[in-house]
T-cell receptor, first 112, second 114 residues
């Protein structure tokens, strides 16, 4: 089955700096890669996703890149703000079937 | 309330108790899921239902028994649980089972087994 590894497990950045979270996956059939943000005590919410036919996608301060050859994808947050503090999960799914495999999560702390 | 709702939000039970978790989605979706979220571990998929039919049981112990009476409601019946079952149980729904169908999560039930 699919295996998703996520690094780092914790990340502290100064407000205004950039944050990068990296994930690798094992199943070459995976073709959809969502990212979820979970604030403390709240539900995970989709913040951005990328499909395998796209190398990069941006949404304001958030961007995701995908390298299918290397089987890794990354989340980039620029100009971080305290409200970006949360746990971020990467995930991979594919093979035409909805079985999403999640990474272990990265706890991001943005220091004001 | 819109989206995906779960009740109760917190539950404390003894190992001999029987309790049920409830999930309801107001999004018109056809697929529903149960996940277990434990500290320092990835989200673990437990069960998947599509149009009320179970399509995935991820080797979950029989002390967890799901029920899906219709596409909008999902239950997780609990009995004779162990302390290691203490976790946040998240329900999610999606339009269908296509890999690109976004999953929408409920707020979760924080379960403590004494």
């Amino acid at each position: 089955g699919e295996n998703v590894e996520q690094h780092p497990s914790t990340l502290s950045v100064q407000e205004g700096d950039s944050a990068v979270i990296k994930c690798t996956y094992s199943d070459s059939a995976s073709n959809y890669f969502p990212w979820y943000k979970q604030e403390l005590g709240k539900r995970p919410q989709l913040i951005i996703d990328i499909r395998s036919n796209v190398g990069e996608k941006k949404d304001q301060r958030i961007a995701v890149t995908l390298n299918k050859t290397a089987k890794h994808f990354s989340l980039h947050i620029t100009e971080t703000q305290p409200e970006d503090s949360a746990v971020y999960f990467c995930a991979a799914s594919g093979g035409g079937y909805q079985k999403v495999t999640f990474g272990i999560g990265t706890k991001l702390q943005v220091i004001p | 309330e819109t989206g995906v709702t779960q009740t109760p939000r917190h539950l404390v039970m003894g190992m001999t108790n029987k309790k049920s978790l409830k999930c309801e989605q107001h999004l018109g979706h056809n697929a529903m899921y149960w996940y277990k979220q434990s500290a320092k571990k990835p989200l673990e998929l437990m069960f998947v239902y599509n149009f009320k039919e179970q399509t995935e049981n991820n080797s979950v112990p029989s002390r967890f028994s799901p029920e899906c009476p219709n596409s909008s409601h999902l239950f997780l019946h609990l009995h004779t649980l162990q302390p290691e079952d203490s976790a946040l149980y998240l329900c999610a729904s999606s339009q269908g089972l296509a890999a690109t169908d976004t999953q929408y999560f409920g707020p979760g039930t924080r379960l403590t087994v004494l």
